[in-house]
């Protein structure tokens, strides 16, 4: 089963970006679907991110006009563009893939925290 890994998560100021990756390790290109997860404490885990089985990308409406999703095949890797970053992003985020549905795998997670 592929191992997904995480990283880019930290600490930013509001306003500011941070990008997202998880490398996968194998390849992801037997993997329809693709996208990120995030969970704040005390909250239930939300999709913020995906790709579809055709390739077109889905954006939780919090995020819209923000985040952007993308992938790259040779590396293996599905990234996570985040820009105007707000308090209420603050999570962990989660990559996950799957064939026919997400969730075949799923990363450790990574902690952004959007904090003056």
């Known amino acids: 089963q592929v191992q997904l890994v995480e990283s880019g998560g930290g600490l930013v100021q509001p306003g500011g970006s941070l990008r997202l990756s998880c490398a996968a390790s194998?390849?992801?290109?037997?993997?329809?679907?693709m996208g990120w997860y995030r969970q704040a404490p005390g909250k239930q885990r939300e999709l913020v991110a995906s790709?579809?089985?055709?390739?077109?990308?889905n954006y939780a409406d919090s995020v819209k006009g923000r985040f952007t999703i993308s992938r790259d095949y040779a590396k293996n890797t599905v990234y996570l563009q985040m820009n105007s970053l707000k308090p209420e992003d603050t999570a962990v985020y989660y990559c996950?893939?799957?064939?026919?549905?997400?969730?075949?795998?799923w990363g450790q997670g990574t902690q952004v925290t959007v904090s003056s």
């Open positions: 194998g390849s992801i290109a037997s993997f329809n679907r």
């Open positions: 790709f579809t089985s055709v390739g077109w990308t």
């Open positions: 996950t893939v799957g064939k026919y549905v997400l969730g075949d795998a």
